[in-house]
């Protein structure tokens, strides 16, 4: 069973900055054969894909993020980053990293259908 791991959240201040990781912890398991996509879920709202990257390294960010989030990929660490700038109260959420095969990095964002999800770790930001 694949497992993913997210960590780096928090509580920031408006305009601060956040890192978010997405690791396996699934024995022999490796994220490079995947696309791996960074989900949010508000309270209330329903959850949105927020970037997502392709084994090959394609993007993709929804519209309200783009200039302030970036997505990337270590394969050899067998990781997943969010950098997150300029935070704003609306991003406050729980982010989930997620893997799926699709090849195509809009498509999973859009669709939020992945096989494998993490349990997700809270940003919230706040004055």
């Known amino acids: 069973q694949v497992q993913l791991v997210e960590s780096g959240g928090g509580l920031v201040q408006p305009g601060g900055s956040l890192r978010l990781s997405c690791v396996t912890s699934?024995?022999?398991?490796?994220?490079?054969?995947?696309?791996i996509g960074w989900f949010r879920q508000a309270p209330g709202k329903e959850r949105e894909g927020v970037s997502c990257?392709?084994?090959?390294?394609?993007?993709y960010y929804t519209d309200s993020v783009k200039g302030r989030f970036s997505i990337s990929r270590d394969n050899p660490k067998n990781t997943v980053s969010l950098q997150m700038n300029s935070l704003k109260p609306e991003d406050t959420a729980v982010y989930y990293c997620?893997?799926?095969?699709?090849?195509?990095?809009?498509?999973?964002?859009?669709?939020?259908?992945?096989?494998?999800w993490g349990q997700g770790t809270q940003v919230t930001v706040s004055s």
């Open positions: 699934a024995s022999g398991f490796t994220l490079d054969y995947y696309s």
């Open positions: 990257i392709t084994r090959n390294g394609s993007t």
């Open positions: 997620a893997a799926d095969p699709i090849p195509n990095a809009q498509a999973m964002c859009v669709t939020a259908l992945s096989d494998y």
